[in-house]
């Protein structure tokens, strides 16, 4: 395949589609397996943010009060990130090893059956069990997918198609709010079950997939050193090591740092609105009057509307930064994330407003995160590119995990008020414009081998 430079087109790619005709029916196929994976890993995942409330109200019993329920809820929230960062740790470096593909499935198993078991929990430490191990499994996916996607795209295009597999997060988020729409009436343990089932549709589209050619170039390298023996060369040596530990090697510690500091600010400003929202919606509804099948229309839509906000937001993400390089689009996105987020959290009253503002925070909230997929693989090279997601991801998530936590201990000093505790946590935002601040550029460069 001819190689050309990610930005190459830049210019045209907003008017003209005719890319799409290159795309080999290869990477159609890994595209497809990536982005629903992503869809389903979303939807399964964010499910609970849905049931949260009516869940814990059962299980502590109805006498639970809003503040033991937004402790409890930061805590089980927690559980669920800290699992997310394991799975995705641990798994980044297994498919370094073992390969994107393989690991890809493993995940999907491990995060639909455990989201389905979350039905059954008979107590808050049952949930929590169950949350953790979903959380294994749905952190892994990503991960997996991602240098899956990158190196199946690695000469051209790159930037583009890994903003669109991204809108599977923000997919993920609509058919959740859908999900819930249908299945809340019977109650929150259907609407966990409802995450097994889709898992089989993508172990339909699996079979038969093949590991990328920069993977299998670096499993050759891999073998050949190993075979020297004695006589493997200094360098080969080198690309032997621990791959964890080659993150913090002289050449690589610095965009470690970089990815690391980008993964945290992302992160930290979305999750506690994730967990969050859909309760800060029905006790906003509560206080204007709105109860019962009709407040759980209004959050469905509001939810949906957040979704598709984020879709938007993740598919332009790679076609901005082809336009104007991605430093500047991370940086565009997360100061519309302080914007209208703080706007949202700390200025409105009514909830009137919020389907709309919804919309447009969704698109930058959400959408800065196709920046996971495409600045943080160019980073690294192919044999650490997993483990380096992975990583920063993984860092990112167990110090985000006590987001939720702490957004939730802070509702009793602050009233009551969940969307005050939600909009100190979005100020989180600032450490990814730091991140592209001090990073590198590689709009222009070809993706690291």
């Given amino acids: 395949m001819e190689q050309i430079s990610p930005a190459e087109g830049s210019l045209t790619s907003w008017t003209s589609w005719s890319w799409v005709r290159e795309i080999t029916p290869y990477q159609w196929r890994v595209f497809l397996v990536v982005w629903l994976g992503w869809v389903l890993d979303s939807t399964d995942f964010g499910l609970f943010s849905y049931v949260l409330r009516p869940a814990l109200t059962e299980l502590l019993g109805a006498q639970a009060s809003l503040a033991e329920i937004g402790r409890l809820g930061g805590l089980l929230s927690m559980v669920g990130l800290l699992g997310w960062a394991f799975g995705g740790f641990v798994f980044g470096v297994v498919a370094d090893y073992i390969g994107r593909v393989r690991t890809l499935a493993l995940s999907i198993l491990i995060f639909s059956a455990f989201t389905g078991l979350q039905g059954i929990a008979q107590s808050p430490f049952e949930l929590g069990i169950y949350r953790f191990m979903a959380g294994v499994g749905a952190g892994a996916e990503i991960i997996v997918g991602i240098p899956l996607l990158i190196e199946a795209f690695a000469h051209q295009h790159r930037a583009k198609v890994a903003g669109i597999m991204m809108t599977g997060g923000a997919f993920g988020s609509l058919l959740g709010a859908s999900v819930y729409g249908q299945l809340a009436p019977f109650g929150w343990r259907y609407v966990f079950f409802a995450g097994v089932a889709p898992a089989v549709l993508l172990f339909l589209f699996r079979r038969g997939m093949v590991e990328p050619e920069p993977f299998k170039a670096v499993k050759a390298r891999r073998a050949a050193a190993r075979a020297a023996g004695d006589a493997t060369a200094p360098e080969d040596r080198k690309f032997l090591q621990f791959v964890p530990l080659q993150l913090f090697s002289r050449e690589l510690r610095f965009n470690t740092m970089v ?128 483990t380096a997601v992975s990583f920063c991801n993984g860092t990112g998530r167990i110090i985000t995990s006590f987001g939720p936590l702490v957004a939730g201990l802070l509702v009793a000093p602050f009233g009551g008020n969940f969307g005050t505790a939600a909009g100190v946590m979005t100020c989180f935002a600032l450490l990814s414009i730091l991140a592209v601040a001090i990073g590198r550029e590689t709009r222009d460069e070809a993706l690291p081998q």
């Fill in 259 to 386: 990815g690391l500091l980008f993964c945290l600010g992302t992160l930290l400003s979305i999750w506690t609105s994730l967990i969050w929202l859909p309760t800060i919606q029905s006790l906003m509804l509560e206080r204007e009057g709105v109860t019962g099948a009709d407040a759980i229309r209004r959050v469905t839509s509001g939810m949906q509307l957040w979704g598709i906000g984020g879709i938007l937001g993740y598919a332009s993400f790679g076609f901005i930064a082809d336009a104007i390089g991605r430093r500047a689009t991370v940086a565009l996105y997360n100061v519309g994330t302080l914007a209208v987020g703080l706007y949202l959290y700390f200025v409105v009253d009514s909830y009137s407003v919020y389907p709309y503002l919804l919309f447009v925070f969704g698109y930058f909230v959400w959408g800065v995160f196709s920046g996971h997929a495409i600045y943080l693989p160019e980073l690294f090279p192919t044999h650490v590119r997993a």
